[in-house]
Structures are given as structure tokens and as C-alpha cells.
């Protein structure tokens, strides 16, 4: 179709649908190769969401949360301002304000037919054609590739993504100058700016280029331009030695975990879900959903997995307090379902409470409003880490659904400098809380009365610290020097990992965490018809060369209602020492070292958590709490229980942990406020150790765990007139 | 009718209706004057509740949870022990079993029509009837009033207003030798303990007489025996000058407030409101509801008026962790919304997720499921203290509906000694959160381990003191040296309490908390267009006859985000003093003393809290934590803030807490973080003080505060170039 004749079409199409109603004047899909229509949304499934209407809850209120913004900025006017400030600042803001209301304008004007909405999308566009020539690469900030429309180059990605969609709305409604215009001026020249003026930042296997590819394969389709496609997907020199397939292949782990950790998960996620819903979209052959055995979706699966009660784990380097609910996950769960409408990921929806404008956002609220959506399955599972699956994993053990008890043990690699010294650590959550927690990164995000909003000093020498996590420390240092760069190069070994009927096991090893120590920490999950819930039962053991001196933190969250007998800093509160955490910790009470075991019982949220403990050798027991050294009042005062075991070059330290009990303080009525379990103990024989709970029925429920793993082994420990004897790996006894 | 002719028209209708359905086989009103039919709930009533089926989900539901607690207490068989433990044994909480079990089976009865459920609470009462007869007074334990079936007369109290209920709805179907065994030596002789046996324990004011009051006068209802119903209403001697009128008309304030605070409130509740039920059902012409100008529904709304978030304002020796949902005030706000048909009460019960099995509870359920439930009417008001109204006042004032802001002033008497030394206290919500917070009582309710769940020593000696609440601290010392016989003696002085729009403020005066010191307190609640919420502004003052010290602690709730300039306990934390609750607290930091006004910003759920003060002499400020000297760690560990004059005779403590912008962990936004008021001053005239806040906008807004409360009073006050004159107690100047 030769341009005055496409023209004389859109006249005719035009004039045909006067101040019609929302059904008609929504763009009607055609059947003609145009090369305007849209292409990343099909003009049928904006007509779907068009004729949607108010029909499903979640849909009509994006819509209405979409509309508002987008009326304000229109009624604020078209500001597209010289580029002058860093990340927060006005010029950073307004610039990130514009890429929202242009998708958004763009998906209004297909939903509702308003002509206003396309007009400002093109007014702001053509602006950005004026301003985008003009500009150099930005001046200020230190940022290590810097941007033209922000001081560094990753935000000028993310523009470029949102602009395609809402460009891509809009694009017919252009003459074919506007078109031009705006094709050339603005998303051309982006994507060169990205792909060929800063080629080997497009060409790294790293999320900030996976926006770029995004950005640059989007635009493509947008202009029908297989060759800003084909550099998007392959790379610039489009061989696949680079580029968004690269970046898919490298950055996840066979099981979907992303390297950095489910934290940066989330923020990762979002381009890859976005890109690889264009592709699907435009060249379905690709199969992007399906490639490395449908990685992409096990990476959404995993994210949710890696959450308990709404809050992702906050292990890597992350913040506590995020969630399920960010705008990332809505658009990974959104556009998961629309791949596999898998009734589950309703659940999550119906959990973040929204969803998205578009055909995928559509079918959420479709399905939540039919009333399909069906509990998420949190099931016990690991998500090994690494390219190839052998860099360690990440092992969750859950019971009883959602907000039952969910056992995190953390074997996974140092995070490319984003993870916390905490190998071998585990967490434990129950009663929708957690219980064993971990301290995230101590971190004020965008506060700026707190560092610029920054890391804080306190992130170095506390949060990464090995004290900080539940895991064990050798001669009052962290793993691996706490330098990162040395815990990338030694993975931690799994050993095991079985989910049986009443027993669910992990097992892993650490051999280069310490000088002359190997770490290694077997947790169990198990249930006993005398217990209430399943109880954790950990056997943590180091083999050293040579004396030292072993800490094993359990950081509890609760009020203690019963602790051992200690001597109490009542008067004035010490600290605990000097440097690699230790600097920050207040000593409450010091208890001297015997062999007995001890408990300590705390509440929380109405349940009772009774944890019993010993060791192979005498330990002392320390109640501490974090906030020592603490100046600027960073850091949150959070309780924790140190065993210490001086002067021994071998350690087990051996514990259960069991949830028991209803405190409700309404009702004013307390049950089960004493544990079940009466006693534990340890019997060790050759290559294998038996932790015995002694239960206050009189029963025992014992776990075994032997030194070498290979499934064929046998072994036999023989104590206290019990024989213990079995094959492979571990083995329960019930007595 | 004659016994013989009674008997055959039961045989009768026994004979028209064997094994019938539901509706049929519930038991059929009659015109006839029959004395055992119920009285308590008539046979209409129990017939709809009947008929209701499923038909109400909250009453289904509670039918279920009924259900199911009786058929537990049927299938393990009936057991009536002789008494033995005190509170919280096996007999004890046997009998209280036995007493709910028989309210359940007698309502389970009426609604279905199952004579198992009759006959089971026949044969549990036949029981009572063989075991009371031979009982004496319980032996053992230390109540001021011995119990039969319990320890103490109170649980045979409460035993005999729940028995009375499932005796009145099986009554009908006992024969009449068995009626006559039930009625003489079960409630005939509990009565005959309760209101003969122990006159000058039933003839108490006391909240304890209330219950047996209500027992006793239910029996008379059901056993149709005016006698003891009189006895009942008007005391022993009936002549009204003790009984459940008399209670009525003195243990509440003219507006419905519990001399012992909300805690004890909610709990006091249940037997006025029940008893009062049962009044107004058999004798509906004493208008028992509109007594004292309807104090007991004025009593209900005070109980949820006294609450934020679902939670009791924790003034006068409360759990924190105590709300509506307590099973009194479920019954409070059932039988409320039967005589008012208020709709607001049905969103409390939503909120309470239950209802009663009982006509009322039916009314509730169907007003529900009707959609009819409108929000509650969180509104600012005052309740007075004391019969007559004259014991200081509670009072809060509101702002933004339920989980708006809500400031609470506590200038009520000493409870009876259940109040705490915290007369002029404040206490402050906002966003769902207490943002300036009680710690309550010292004690977990019910759990062994703490005390036995009994008040822990640090309720003594930190809870109760002064220091531990909101108030001004005079002389490191308590209010009316921590003797509450001593604070009763001396009630606080409501001085204004005025709710206009923008401005909300209350004061009050305390003069004799502490000799030789009068305390006036002014808090307002001021509204302004430059700030996004409502901010708090505070004026204490001191007027003494000899120099001394001066400290005024905020109990804040959050994480410090940034404070004033001073030296930080990072190395070890002292402790802050000796006695009276300061040596509970560890010092983190103190500065200097300064005239000038200082900040404190705190985060909490969200939200941004600036707290800026400063005070008529130079005042240090001191951070510190509750924990300090608790070797049981029996205490939760709280920030404070402390201003500190030393030397002075008269002190004026001015502030202003401003709640602003927003900060969202998932979403990674950050607005408004810094506060919106650049500075606070005060000039004082003659007679007169202004506290004067600039905003960040240059605007002032000024609050002046006369010392001379007369409405017509003139007040004039001069200083830095500016004005301010006014009329009457206070005003507002916004420049």
C-alpha cells in the first residue's frame, strides 16, 4: 500500500467511527500487512481488554490506577526536560514519570478510543525527538555506563522498553512524517546508542544488558526491524555469542535460580519476562518459554518458592520487607499464567492484589474473578545455583502449606558480590513468621537520612558478616576472609536432599569457608505423633586440623519466656568483641560451658518455640542482642543465642527446634506452653553420629547421619544399650 | 394448671411430633402460662434461630463451633468432680467446662430438637444436684470469698449465670420430680450461697457482686421466683441500696466509662450486659436499657470507643494484646445492637469474625449477611471518670476514621488500683500503628514460666511508675509517690475539651501528684494545609514552689532515621538510675542541655514520625530502652525519649509530632521523608504562652494556651515583632 493510499484508508477509518462508543472505537484489528498496527499487543487482544470493560475486579482497577496517573500527567502537561540529575533527582524523575505515561497513554487510547491519549503519547514523543538528538552522554554521577536520558545507561534501557509498548499503541494513529520522526529520532538512535555506541555493554551476560537487549529487540519489532531483532537476541555481532538468548542461557540456574539471589531475582526478572513475551508474541517459533526446559517459567515458579508468607527470604544481600507484591512479580506471574494458565498463580495474584494492563493482566483477572485460582503449591524443593546446576543450592523444607513451617538451608554461591558470608545457614519460618531469621541488608532503601538511602557502613560490618546469619563461625572470623571474590571460587557441595513421609532432609558441605575446616551441616525436618508440628533437628559438625574456637548463632525472633541458667548483665550491658560483627553485639547473659543440653523457650505471635541444644564438647551459651557500636541507630536490635565451643580442633553441635503451644492473649487462654521433648543427646560412633530426642512420653526419635554419604554404606553406632545400624546416608529411628 | 393435666398435654405433644425434622421437632411455642417453658429466650426466639439453618454465616458458624464443643463434652462423658484445684486445675476447669457445655447443649437443644442434648444437660445437672448438697466451702487458696464448686465465689457466680441458660432452654422437658431435684439443690442453694450465705459479698459495688447479682437473679427468672429476682435488683435487703441497680448507677460514669479502665471494662461488661438481657426480656417495663440515660449501651460504645485497630488503649493495668474480639465484648456488641439496631455495630462484629448462639447474636448475623453494617463511628469525645462524672475524664480525640489518627489524654482516677502513675498521660495512633505507646501491664496472662502467669515484679516496679508512661516526671519520683489509695483521693481537673474543625485540643490539671508542683497539660490535634496529616502539639507545664527536677519521657515506637547531636553509649550502656522504673533503662545517648528545640524522626510501618521539642530552660535529651535489670528478661525492650531539666521551680515543655510521607519497601518509594516544620518556639506573656511552629513554606501556626481557663478571660502575649490576642483558653493563629 503506497502512503497517499494507507492515508486516504486511515481518513476513511476515521470518518466512518465519529464520537463512537468505547466497543467500536476501540481500533479495529484488520487483516492487512500494515506496517503500523500494533505488534507486541495484537489489535484482537486490545479489543479484548477493550470490551473487558468493569467486568473483572483486578482488570477495571489497573485500569482506573493507570487512567489517574496518566490524566495527572496530562493535566501536568508535556515536560521533557534537558537531562541534569542523578538517580532521585527531578530531571531522573521526570524522565521515569514519562515512560509510565507513555505505556500508559498508549494502552488507554486502544481501550478506550480517545484520541487525547494517543495525541499526548505522539506530543511527548515528538518532544523527545527535539531533545533526544541534542544530547551527549551525561555528565555527572559514576555511573560505569553512562545514559543519555539518565546518568547511567540502565534507565535509558527501561525507557526504551516501556516507550516501545506504548509507541508500539499509538504508531498508527501517526502521518507518516510524525512517524518517521519519531521512529528515527527517538528509537533508533536509542538503540544504536545502546547496542552499537556502547556495543560490549550490550554484549555482557549481566541483567542491566538483559534490559538493553530488551529494550533494543522491542524497539525492533516495533519498527519492523529484524536486524535491531536479530543484535537484541544474538548480539551485536548476532553470532549468539551475546545477546538476550546468551543472557538466558548463562544468568539462570537449570532450576531457575538466579545467581544474585532471589532479592535481585525479582528485579532480573523483569526484562527477561517482558522480552520474552514479545518474542512469543512475534516469532512463536522461537519457543522462548520452552528454552532450557522452560527456564524462564521455573525462574517465575522460583521466586514465589523463595517467598514465606508474601516476603521473599532475605538471604543475599536483600531487604527484609520485600515482597510478592512488587510490580516485578505481578509481571512474571501474570505473564506466566498466560503461558501455562496454571490455576495456582491466581492465588499469588489474588495475593499482590493487582495485576497488569495488558491481554496477560486480563486473563488474572479473568480467571481470579471466575473463581479459578487454586492454593500456590509451596512444596519442598531445591534450586541449585549456577549455569550448569553445580554451584551449589538453595534448599527450602515445607510443611503444611503456606504458612506452615517452611526449613531454608543456604548453599548457594557468593551471589557475584551480592551474597552475605552465610554458607551453610538455614532459617526457619512458622505461623506466618519468621522464626530463625537472617538480618538482610542493613539498609535504608532511598531514605536519605540514612546514607543517601545507600548501604550502610554497617551493611560491611554487620550484615555480611558470618555472626550475622545462622551459620557456623571458626576462630571468630567469616567465611572466606569475608572476602567474596574467594567464595565464588569454592562451592559448597550438597550432600543430600530427601522429602520422605514425616522426614524431610538437607545436607550440605563447605570445604574452603575456613583455613583447615570442613563444615558440614545436616537439617531435618520431622514429624512425631507426640509433637504438634514437624520439629527441626540440626547436626552441625566441623572437622578441623587444629584447635579453635567454634560460635554457632541461632538469631530467634520472640520474647523469651524461659531461658538456662546465666549470668545476667544487668547492670551494664559489655560487648562482645571487636571486629567481624562481634563489634555489634551486647552480651545479655553468659552461661559457662558444660556438656549438659539447655533450652531456651520464646513466644511469638501466640506459638511457643522451645530450642534444645548441646554439643560434642562443653559449650558456654550467650545471649546477645545486635545494636552494640551502633551510632547512628542503624541497625535493628534483634535477639540472638550463641553456643561456643573454645579449644577444640572437632565440633557437632546438635539442636531441635519445636513449635509448640497457643498463646491468645483475647481469649487469655495458654496451652502446650512446655515443650514435648525432654531431653537430647548425641552418641557418636565410627563415621556416623545419633541425635536422640528423648520425648516426654518416654519415647525416642532418633536421627542418624553418617560421615560418608554413598548410598551403599552401612553403619552401625552402638550407645547407652541402643544399636543404631542402617544403610546409606542417614536413617530415623522411632524407639 | 394441675401437675397431672401439664403432664399429659407434654405426652401429648411428645406424641404428635416423634422423630421429626428440624423445624417440627424444635420445641413449639405456646400460649399456654406454663412454668417451665423458657424464659430467658422465649420460644419464638429460639424458634427463628432455629429456622435460621445456614442461612447467616456467622451464626452457622458459631452453631458449628458450638456443635462441636458439645459433642466433645458428650462423648467424654459427664463428669461433675468434687472440687479440688484452684484456678487454672483440673476441676476447676472441669466445672467451668461442665458450665459451658451446659449453655451449648441447652441452645443446641432448642434449635434442633435433639433430646440427647437435653438429656445430657439433665443428667450433668443431676450430678450438680447429688455433689452440691454435700459441699462446704472450698478449701485451700487465698480468696477474700470462698467458692463452692471453685475456688473463689466469683467462678460459682459466672458457673450459675451460664448453667441457669441451658437449664432454662431443657427445663420443659425434665420431669416434674426431676425439675424439683434440679431446682432445690442446684440453683435454689448456689442462690442461697450467693445472696444468704455470703449477703455482704453479694451486697458489694463491686463488679465481682455483679456476677452473682446476675446469676442469682436469672435463677429467679427461670425458677419464676420474684423473690430472688428482687434480691437480685435491689441487694439483700432489697431496698436498692445494694443489688444490680445500685451497681448499675455507680460503677459506671455518667457516660459509660468503668472506674478500672477499658481492660476491666471489657471484662466487667459481661454480666450487666447479660443480666440486663434477661431484664429486659422478662420485665421489659423496667427499661433497664434506658436507665441512667442508657449507660450500659453508652458503657459498650465507651469499650469500643477505648480501642484502635482492634486493640484496648492499654491505660490502667492492661495486656496490650487484649481486643474487641474478646468474647464480652462480642456479647456486648450482640445485645447492644438488638436494642439499637446501630448499624455501625455490625462492622464491629465483622471485625470480631463471631457472634453468640443466642437471638441476639442471630440479629447480628442476619444484619451482616444483609449488608447493613455501616462503619463504626470512631469519633473524638471524652469519658468522664467517677458516679458522678467529677474523677477527671478519658478522652480521645480523632481524626481519618478507624485507623486515622487518635490521640488519648488519660486523666482518669487510679482505677481502684488497677490505674497506673501516668495522670496526664498521652498516648498516640496513626496509620494502625501505636506510634506513641503504653507498655501496659508487666505480665504474660496464663503462662507458667512467667510468674505463673501472674503480674511479674516488673509491673511494680517499672509498669506502674511513672516513667514508664507519657507524663511528666517530677523529682525522679512517681505520681502521689506511687500509692494509688493516695491518687484516688486526688482526681485530675478537666480544664476545656473543645473538637472544632481543624483544631481538636483538651487540658487538664493535676495538683496534687506530686507536693508543691501543679501539672497542666494542654494537647491539640491541629490540621493545616501545608501538612499532610494532622500533627500533635503539646504544651506541659510545671508550676512549683522550689527548684527541682523535671524528665518527660515519649515512649516512641519505631526505628530511629535520624536524632539530634549527642554521645552515644556504643561501647557498653549504663543504666539510668536507681528507683522508681529508671532502673529498667539502659542509656544509648545523651545531649547536652540547650534552649534550642531539637528533632527526633522514627520510621514505623511506613510511615515518617517527627517528634521536635524543646522546653522554657535548657534541657538535655537522653535515648534509652526499656531492659535494663531484668534478669528474666520479663520485659520487652521499648525506645524512649527523655527530656531533662534540672534546677528549676517552673518548667513549660513544648513539642510538636508530625506524621509524614511514606516509605514502601516493595514498591521501593520514598516520599516526604523529611518533615514539613522547620522550627517550634514558645513565647510566654503574662499569664499566657504561645507555642509557635514555622513551616518549611515560611507560614506560621500558633497555638496559644492561657493559664487562666475562664471563658471570657483576655489574654495578650508580645514578642518578636509579632502579636497575639485572644479570648477565653486558647486560639489558633495561622500567619
Chains 1, 2 share one sequence.
Not at 239 to 259: I, K, M, N, T, W
Not at 524 to 545: K, N, S, T
Amino acid at each position: 500500500m503506497s502512503r497517499p493510499v494507507l492515508l486516504a484508508v486511515l481518513a476513511t477509518l476515521a470518518a466512518a467511527a465519529p464520537g463512537v462508543g468505547l466497543a467500536q472505537s476501540a481500533p479495529a484489528a484488520t487483516a492487512r500487512a500494515d506496517d503500523a498496527t500494533p505488534v507486541l499487543v495484537s489489535p484482537d487482544q486490545w479489543r479484548a481488554m477493550a470490551e473487558a470493560g468493569d467486568r473483572y475486579p483486578m482488570f477495571a482497577a489497573e485500569r482506573a490506577r493507570v487512567e489517574r496517573e496518566v490524566r495527572a500527567a496530562m493535566a501536568a502537561g508535556i515536560n521533557v526536560p534537558q537531562p541534569r540529575d542523578l538517580g532521585g533527582g527531578v530531571t531522573h524523575e521526570q524522565h521515569k514519570a514519562n515512560y509510565k505515561a507513555l505505556a500508559g497513554a498508549g494502552a488507554l487510547y486502544r481501550m478506550t478510543g480517545d484520541r487525547a491519549y494517543a495525541d499526548f503519547a505522539r506530543d511527548m514523543l515528538l518532544e523527545y525527538a527535539r531533545l533526544y538528538p541534542t544530547l551527549s552522554d551525561f555528565s555527572g554521577g559514576a555511573a560505569s555506563v553512562k545514559g543519555r536520558l539518565f546518568w547511567q545507561a540502565l534507565n535509558d534501557s527501561v525507557w526504551l522498553v516501556y516507550a516501545a509498548q506504548g509507541y508500539d499503541a499509538i504508531r498508527e494513529t501517526l502521518t507518516p512524517e510524525q512517524r518517521e520522526t519519531i521512529d528515527n529520532d527517538v528509537f533508533r538512535r536509542m538503540a544504536r546508542f545502546l547496542s552499537e555506541e556502547n556495543a560490549p555493554y550490550f554484549d555482557r551476560i549481566h541483567n542491566h544488558a538483559t534490559w538493553a537487549t530488551a529494550g533494543v529487540g522491542m524497539t525492533g519489532y516495533v519498527l519492523r526491524d529484524p536486524a535491531l531483532v536479530d543484535r537484541a537476541l544474538n548480539g551485536t555481532r548476532r553470532d549468539g555469542s551475546a545477546g538476550f538468548l546468551r543472557q538466558v542461557d548463562e544468568l539462570f540456574s537449570p532450576d531457575g535460580y538466579y545467581a544474585e539471589g532471589p532479592y535481585y531475582q525479582r528485579y532480573a526478572l523483569a526484562p527477561f519476562i517482558i522480552f520474552a513475551r514479545a518474542i512469543q508474541q512475534n516469532e512463536p517459533e522461537r519457543g522462548i518459554f520452552q528454552r532450557r526446559d522452560g527456564v524462564l517459567l521455573k525462574a517465575v515458579d522460583g521466586v514465589i518458592q523463595s517467598s514465606y508468607a508474601g516476603l521473599l527470604f532475605p538471604v543475599n544481600d536483600a531487604m527484609p520487607d520485600k515482597g510478592l507484591t512488587s510490580e516485578e512479580i505481578v509481571t512474571g506471574v501474570a505473564v506466566a499464567y498466560s503461558q501455562t494458565q496454571d490455576p495456582t498463580l491466581l492465588s499469588i495474584a489474588e495475593g499482590q492484589g493487582r495485576t497488569l494492563l495488558s491481554p496477560d493482566g486480563l486473563a488474572i483477572a479473568r480467571g481470579v474473578s471466575e473463581g479459578l485460582a487454586r492454593p500456590f503449591d509451596f512444596r519442598s524443593m531445591q534450586l541449585r545455583d549456577g549455569p550448569n546446576g553445580d554451584l551449589g543450592n538453595l534448599v527450602f523444607l515445607r510443611h503444611g502449606g503456606a504458612n506452615g513451617q517452611a526449613l531454608v538451608m543456604k548453599n548457594t554461591q557468593q551471589g557475584q558480590g551480592h551474597g552475605h558470608f552465610d554458607r551453610l545457614g538455614m532459617l526457619f519460618y512458622d505461623n506466618g513468621q519468621p522464626i530463625v531469621r537472617d538480618y538482610g541488608a542493613a539498609r535504608f532503601l532511598n531514605i536519605e537520612a540514612k546514607a543517601g538511602g545507600h548501604y550502610l557502613d554497617e551493611n560491611d560490618s554487620w550484615a555480611m558478616q558470618t555472626v550475622a546469619h545462622n551459620t557456623l563461625v571458626v576462630g571468630g572470623a567469616s567465611q572466606f576472609g569475608a572476602v567474596w571474590q574467594t567464595g565464588e571460587e569454592h562451592p559448597t557441595t550438597p550432600l543430600f536432599f530427601e522429602v520422605e513421609d514425616g522426614l524431610q532432609i538437607a545436607s550440605a558441605r563447605l570445604e574452603h569457608g575456613y583455613d583447615g575446616v570442613v563444615l558440614t551441616r545436616t537439617l531435618a525436618m520431622v514429624e512425631h505423633p507426640d509433637l504438634q508440628f514437624p520439629v527441626v533437628i540440626d547436626l552441625f559438625r566441623a572437622d578441623g586440623q587444629a584447635a579453635t574456637d567454634y560460635d554457632l548463632p541461632l538469631h530467634f525472633n520472640g520474647h523469651i519466656i524461659s531461658a538456662f541458667e546465666a549470668e545476667h548483665s544487668v547492670r551494664e550491658r559489655p560487648v562482645l568483641g571487636e571486629a567481624n560483627g562481634y563489634q555489634h553485639l551486647w552480651v545479655d547473659a553468659v552461661a559457662a560451658p558444660t556438656s549438659e543440653s539447655r533450652s531456651l523457650t520464646w513466644l511469638l505471635d501466640g506459638r511457643f518455640y522451645t530450642y534444645r541444644f548441646a554439643a560434642s564438647s562443653p559449650i558456654s551459651a550467650l545471649l546477645v542482642e545486635s545494636g552494640a557500636n551502633d551510632p547512628n541507630f542503624n541497625l535493628r536490635r534483634e535477639p540472638a543465642l550463641i553456643q561456643r565451643m573454645q579449644g577444640q580442633a572437632d565440633a557437632s553441635f546438635f539442636s531441635v527446634l519445636e513449635p509448640h503451644g497457643l498463646s491468645d492473649g483475647t481469649a487469655e487462654i495458654v496451652q502446650g506452653a512446655t515443650s514435648r521433648i525432654a531431653d537430647i543427646k548425641r552418641v557418636a560412633g565410627d563415621g556416623a553420629e545419633v541425635v536422640v530426642l528423648t520425648l516426654v512420653s518416654g519415647k525416642t526419635l532418633a536421627l542418624g547421619v553418617a560421615h560418608d554419604v554413598t548410598p551403599g554404606a552401612r553403619h552401625r553406632v552402638q550407645a547407652d544399650g541402643q544399636t543404631y545400624e542402617w544403610t546409606g546416608p542417614y536413617a530415623r529411628f522411632d524407639r
